[in-house]
Structures are given as C-alpha cells and as structure tokens.
T-cell receptor, first 115, second 113 residues
C-alpha cells in the first residue's frame, strides 16, 4: 500500500524568504501526486497536482512542485512567501491501478510566515 | 460548476447525544463521496467513502456510521457521541476511479462536551 511522509510538522519562515515543504511517498506502482492547502477553519483546496507529463508543476499563486521518481519525492517550493501563505499544507498520493483508488494524505505541514 | 455544502458549520453536543451531519454536492452526478475527520493538531483521517447510492465503505471502526440516501447526499451519524468524536469533519467528492482530485466542503466543527 502507498504511504506519504511529511517530515516537517511545522516550518517557520520570514516573509519574502524562500520555502520548501518536503513530501516523500512510497508505492510499488506509478502514482499521481497532489498538494492541498488548508486555511484556518476551512476545507482543503487543491494547490497543484502531477498526473503525467512535465515533472514540474506550478500553481497560480507562485508555488511549484517537482516530481522526482528516483527519490520518490514531490517537494513544494515557493521562492518568496507572503503572510497570506500561512496555512497547513497536505501532500497526497494515489496509484495508477485498476479499480477504485483512494487518496492517501500525509500528516500535514504548518507553514508559519512572520513579518 | 460543482459545489459542495456541509451543515451545520459548527455544532456543540453533549456526550451521549445523537449526531447527524449532512453533505450535498451540486452540479455533478454519481460522485464518489468521502467523510474525513481532523482531530485538533492532527492530520486527516478517512472515515467513510461511497462510490454509489447505498454503497458505504468504512475505514475505521468506531461509533460513527454513514449513509447515502441520494446520489449527491452523504450523511454522517452517531447514536451516542463520545468526547473523542470532537473534531473538524470534512466531506469531499471526486469523479471516476477516485485517483484524481478530491474537492472538499467547508467543514463542520463538532465539539462534544
């Protein structure tokens, strides 16, 4: 079965600094990968996803993630964060297989951006 | 476009009381539906999912149950709430085989006292 590891439970960073949120997965078959963002007391919103094609995917608000098959990683990066990026970020994986598949979520990383 | 609704938004219930949380999806048909729970400071726990009317799969044994009486309606219930049932409950939907994006509702904050 697949699993997702987000090693950092919390990442503090100053405004306008770069940030990387780490995500590693384990799976014996090909995967689809996702990053979701959750603002306080709200549901999760899709930030970006990798299904196929280019291994570098971008979101509309400046985040990007790169699928690295050899390292089984899908780290999320932003070159310059804003206060408004403060939120919890979840990495998720599903597998390319027949039949119904579920998303498996990591435990989340809380990004804290301070001025 | 598709929208997902949850109600109530917040709920405070005494221990031992019943529970009913409702989730509805608009703008799509035959969606996969999911119930998740977030306990304070913890990640997402998948409770139930459904691929069709009357088809419910349970992920974690507990005192909660789920039902899908209509194609786009998903209900989470309990006969007697426990303190440990407190948390943030999220409903989500997806298409097809479940491998692609899940779309989440706004959530229900449940406090059991």
């Amino acid at each position: 079965a697949q699993s997702v590891t987000q090693l950092d439970s919390q990442v503090p960073v100053f405004e306008e600094a770069p940030v990387e949120l780490r995500c590693n997965y384990s799976s014996s078959v090909s995967v689809y990968l996702f990053w979701y963002v959750q603002y306080p007391n709200q549901g999760l919103q899709l930030l970006l996803k990798y299904l196929s094609g280019s291994t570098l995917v971008e979101s509309i608000n400046g985040f990007e993630a790169e699928f690295n098959k050899s390292q089984t990683s899908f780290h999320l990066r932003k070159p310059s964060v804003h206060i408004s990026d403060t939120a919890e970020y979840f990495c998720a994986v599903s597998v390319r297989n027949t039949g119904f598949q579920k998303l498996v979520f990591g435990t989340g990383t809380r990004l804290l951006v301070s001025p | 476009s598709q929208t997902i609704h949850q109600w109530p938004a917040t709920l405070v219930q005494p221990v031992g009381s019943p529970l009913s949380l409702e989730c509805t999806v608009e703008g799509t048909s035959n969606p996969n539906l999911y119930w998740y729970r977030q306990a304070a400071g913890r990640g997402l726990q998948l409770l139930f999912y459904s691929v069709g009317i009357g088809q419910i799969s349970s992920e974690v044994p507990q005192n909660l149950s789920a039902s899908r009486p209509q194609d786009r309606q998903f209900i989470l219930s309990s006969k007697k709430l426990l303190l440990s049932d407190s948390g943030f409950y999220l409903c989500a939907w997806s298409w097809g085989q479940g491998t692609d994006t899940q779309y989440f509702g706004p959530g229900t904050r449940l406090t059991v006292l």
